[in-house]
């Protein structure tokens, strides 16, 4: 699978995150990501981390190299 544009690297999650409020849940992620148009790659990623709360983008990509 290709990385950067359409892949599911971190930062393509950071970015179909931009604007979300924390604390946020899985789905919060999940549903945040959807609303700014994420690709299902993306998605199937932020559905593969952790049921926690994330209280920031830090925490996100902790939840995001668990799934790695």
Do not use: C, F, W
Request: glycine share 12%; charged share 30%; aromatic share 6%.
């Amino acid at each position: 699978m290709t990385r950067g544009v359409g892949g599911e690297s971190p930062a393509n999650v950071t970015t179909y995150l931009k604007g979300i409020d924390y604390p946020a849940n899985k789905d919060d992620l999940v549903r945040h990501a959807k609303k700014n148009g994420a690709e299902s790659e993306v998605i199937d990623v932020l559905n593969q981390m952790p049921e926690q709360e994330y209280g920031n983008m830090a925490d996100v990509m902790k939840g995001y190299g668990e799934t790695r």
